[in-house]
Nanobody
Framework: QVQLVESGGGSVQAGGSLTLSCAAS????????MGWFRQVPGKEREGVSI????????AYADSVKGRFTISQDHAKNTLYLQMNSLKPEDTAMYYC?????????????????????WGQGTQVTVSS
């Protein structure tokens, strides 16, 4: 069982930056695919980015490539999402998620149904 707690959301103007954090209860065994997802009311939850807790390999949704960076700190059991050049369309509830390590290499990482562990979410609002 993995427990996840997000923080760092808030309101920012377009072009600004935010860094989200996700404290994980079990991060040190290097056997998880860690991810960030986001959801706006009335729409499906979408994958934003993932990172392998083992290799550090990453993947990003096309909509955030070049603007967002996912990273991890094993010593602090924490996952991060650095978000730069934010746009109003980035406004959403952001969720941290964890799955078995194989998900990171499956080609289907953006499917939320593959992630059994979720945080409660943190709201990001970008104004124009």
């Amino acid at each position: 069982q993995v427990q996840l707690v997000e923080s760092g959301g808030g309101s920012v103007q377009a072009g600004g930056s935010l860094t989200l954090s996700c404290a994980a209860s079990k991060y040190t065994d290097n056997s998880y695919c860690m991810g960030w997802f986001r959801q706006v009311p009335g729409k499906e939850r979408e994958g934003v980015s993932i990172i392998s807790s083992s290799s550090g390999g990453t993947a990003y949704a096309d909509s955030v490539k070049g603007r967002f960076t996912i990273s991890q700190d094993h010593a602090k059991n924490t996952l991060y999402l650095q978000m730069n050049s934010l746009k109003p369309e980035d406004t959403a509830m952001y969720y941290c998620a964890a799955a078995g390590l194989n998900i990171c290499y499956s080609g289907s990482w953006s499917s939320p149904a593959l992630f059994p562990y979720w945080g409660q979410g943190t709201q990001v609002t970008v104004s124009s």
